[in-house]
């Protein structure tokens, strides 16, 4: 017996470019776009663990990402470096490595559903051939194994009564609504919970765009009001001095997914906090200390119409309050939804699991 042979793992070489590259990738997330704050923090970090060589410095490096058109001044000759879209695009790429692994490209993508049928993928089910299967589908080793049992070794045939045929998976496109709360809870304590949200976010884009592009992907934040963002505005998302408008970031998705015309649709939702504002007549009603029935009513109203519309809505809850879960396991039982109470560290393995899980059933 061979066994196994173990050896030392070696990490992949790299340029200078490329390992400084990394960690500004992360940085310029961290730091919401902010090229300048970025790179003080770089040069920060390559003074405490020496990331650089003796022959490339920050200042080779800054130059490289000019020269690479990873950034641009923002008007000729302003001095005022932004970042570009291939950056943008650079950072979907790393959170999706980082969050869901490095993914094989696939078809072009529809979610399976339980039902067999006419679709695009082959499953493992086979079932007598019937007039009108295509002949790419006849299982040939089980058509052949049928004709030698039917016919025998000697007289060998295969007739129309021995063809198996391979069942086909029917698909479905899901539209997805991602709801992320950017009140100003999301980075108190000391915690910064704003980052791996918007992480999460430019991954499940990615995803999305990769290997299911005929599926849809908008992206909500909500604070005191609710509205939509552009995949290419995550990395410069920043957390402000909101109140939590749960409601506002709920109809706004809902009025998003009535728009939509696939059949499966779906919110998610990533948030800290309870809700504790709502508008009315123009003018906002808020309340911090604990929660407000009035607010709170408002919420599961909107969790029932999502629940009559056949709309789930999966909680990624990132605090871990009894009386803030308290309120998330009355606003998931009201949308017969699902709830995660998640650390931040497991966040984007919560949402991806939760994603690829649902593109096997249809919602009802």
Known sequence: MLGYRFSN????????????????????????????????????????????????????????????????DEEPGSGNIVITAKTEQAIRQQALEKIFGKLKKGKSGNHSTKYTGSGEEMSSDTRPFQFGDGLEQISMLESLKNAQVNNGIGNFQITENDLEVK????????????????????????????????????????L???????????IIVF??????????????????????????????????????????????????????CIKEHGKYYKNSFGLDQKILNKCLTLAQSCRRLKIPVTTFMVASDPYLQEFVHDFTEANNGKAFYTSLQGLGEFIFEDFERNKKRTFK
């Open 208 to 218: 999305i765009k990769r290997k299911y592009p005929k599926d849809t992907l908008d």
């Open 9 to 72: 793992y070696n990490q992949p070489n790299q340029t200078p470019f490329e390992k400084l590259f990394d960690i500004f990738k992360q940085l310029i997330t961290y730091t919401s776009g902010d090229f300048g704050e970025a790179i003080s923090w770089l040069t920060e970090l390559d003074k405490e663990y020496k990331l650089t060589e003796p022959d490339y410095g920050i200042g080779d490096f800054i130059q490289e990402l000019k020269d690479r058109g990873y950034i641009k």
């Open 223 to 276: 604070g005191d009001d609710a509205w939509q963002i552009e995949v290419k505005d995550l990395p410069y998302l920043k957390v402000g001095p909101f109140h939590t408008n749960t409601v506002a970031g709920l109809e706004l998705a809902m009025d998003l997914l009535r728009r939509r015309k696939n059949a499966n649709k779906q919110i998610f939702m990533i948030t800290d906090g309870k809700p504790t």
């Open 167 to 206: 069942e086909k998976e029917h698909k479905t496109q899901t539209s997805t609504v991602l709801m992320i709360d950017i009140s100003h809870s999301m980075i108190l304590y000391g915690e910064d919970r704003i980052t791996p949200a918007k992480n999460v976010a430019m991954a499940l884009s990615e």
